[in-house]
C-alpha cells in the first residue's frame, strides 16, 4: 500500500464502515468487542496513526468539548449536584480517549450561555448537565438545535426538543424502589420530590412508584406527595409537613439521594426510628448514600457509563452521524434504611 494508511483503508479490509472504525478505535460502547479487537489488528497492520492537528485543519474543529454544568441548589458553594461530580471522572477519560479537550464551565441557567457557545469557536459540541427546572432552559435548546449546535444532554427525553438525551429509566426505577417496599410489607407510602413537567426525571419516578402501588392494589394518597427541590432543606422541610399531618405512614419514596438525606435528619429530630417506624429508599447512590444512618437503600444510576455515553454520542453527532436517546436500567441497592421484611 502506497501512502499512509486512512481509516477507509481500514474499512475495507474489515468490510465494515469507516464510522465503525471510527467508534471502534475510540473504543466506543456501541462497536462490539469482537469487532474493536479486528479493526485494531488491521489498524496496526497497517501502522495506522491518528493526526489530531491535521485533522483538526481539515475540519476547521477544536478538537475541545465543552462540558457545562449547571447552577444547582445546594448545601455548600458549589452549587452542583454531587451525581455530576461523580460523572465528571469518565467523561474527561473518554474525552482523553477520543483525542479530545475538555473545557468545563459553570453556568447559571439565566445567563446567555447558548449563545456565548452557539457563536463561537470554543468548543465543537456541548454536554449539559444539570437539574435546575427543565422549563427554565428549554427555549434554549429549541436555539440550540435551530442554530445546529451539536449538543447531549443528560435527563428525561422530552417531546419539545429533538436532541439526543442521556439518562436511566427514571419510571422503572420507581417501580423498583416501590416493589420492593411492598415486598417488605410496607402499606402506607409518601413521596417527596417534584413532580411537575419542570422536573421530568423526579416526575417519571414518581409516576413509576405510583403504577407499583396500584400493580399491588395499594393507596396511592396525592395528599401525601410533598414538592422538593434537590437539596437536603427542602427534604428536611418536606419531611417535618408530611409529619405534621399526623397520617399513619411506614414508607416515603424519595426522589434524589440529596433530598433523602434532609428526610432522615427530620425524622431523627421528630424522634421517627428509620426503618423500625418509616422505611426510606433514595435515587442516585451519590457516594454518601452509603454513609447515612442508618445506610440508605437507593436506586443506582452508572454514571461512568453515562459519561462514556454523554462523550460517544456528541462525538458521533459531530461527525455528522445520526444518533438517538439511550436510557440506562437502574439498579437496586439495599441498604439498612428500609429494614427486615415486615410480613415475617
Request: charged fraction near 25%; aromatic fraction near 6%.
Amino acid at each position: 500500500m502506497k501512502g499512509k494508511a486512512t481509516s477507509f483503508d481500514i474499512a475495507y479490509r474489515a468490510g465494515v464502515s469507516q464510522s465503525t472504525v471510527s467508534r471502534a478505535l475510540r473504543n466506543s460502547p456501541l462497536v462490539s468487542e469482537k469487532t474493536k479487537e479486528k479493526i485494531r489488528e488491521i489498524a496496526k497492520e497497517l501502522n495506522y496513526t491518528v493526526d489530531k492537528n491535521a485533522s483538526s485543519l481539515r475540519s476547521q474543529t477544536s478538537t475541545t468539548l465543552a462540558l457545562l454544568l449547571f447552577e444547582d441548589p445546594s448545601s455548600d458553594d458549589s452549587l452542583v449536584n454531587p451525581f455530576f461530580l461523580s460523572m465528571l471522572g469518565s467523561i474527561t477519560k473518554e474525552c482523553g480517549i477520543l483525542g479530545y479537550d475538555l473545557l468545563v464551565s459553570f453556568q447559571e441557567l439565566d445567563a446567555d450561555w447558548h449563545s456565548v457557545f452557539k457563536d463561537s469557536n470554543k468548543a465543537d459540541g456541548l454536554i449539559l448537565l444539570g437539574y435546575g427546572n427543565y422549563l427554565d432552559y428549554e427555549s434554549k435548546l429549541h436555539e440550540l438545535v435551530n442554530h445546529g449546535t451539536p449538543f447531549v444532554r443528560w435527563g428525561a427525553e422530552t417531546q419539545s426538543v429533538k436532541a439526543s438525551s442521556i439518562g436511566c429509566d427514571n419510571f422503572h426505577g420507581g417501580q423498583q424502589i416501590t416493589e420492593h417496599l411492598v415486598g417488605l410489607g410496607r402499606k402506607r407510602f409518601a413521596f417527596v420530590g417534584n413532580v411537575d413537567d419542570g422536573s421530568p426525571e423526579f416526575l417519571a419516578r414518581y409516576q413509576g412508584h405510583c403504577a407499583a402501588l396500584k400493580e399491588a392494589r395499594l393507596n396511592v394518597d396525592k395528599n401525601l406527595q410533598r414538592d422538593a427541590v434537590n437539596t437536603e432543606e427542602a427534604g428536611y422541610l418536606a419531611t417535618t409537613s408530611l409529619l405534621s399531618t399526623k397520617t399513619d405512614i411506614d414508607a416515603i419514596v424519595v426522589a434524589s439521594d440529596l433530598i433523602a438525606t434532609g428526610v432522615l435528619r427530620a425524622l431523627e429530630d421528630k424522634g421517627v426510628r428509620v426503618p423500625e417506624d418509616i422505611a426510606i429508599v433514595g435515587f442516585d447512590d451519590i457516594p454518601v448514600a452509603r454513609y447515612t444512618k442508618p445506610a440508605l437503600t437507593t436506586c443506582r444510576q452508572d454514571s461512568a457509563q453515562a459519561g462514556v455515553l454523554l462523550v460517544d454520542k456528541l462525538v458521533a453527532l459531530i461527525n455528522g452521524e445520526e444518533t438517538s436517546s439511550n436510557f440506562m436500567q437502574t439498579e437496586l441497592i439495599v441498604r439498612d434504611s428500609c429494614g427486615a421484611n415486615l410480613k415475617q
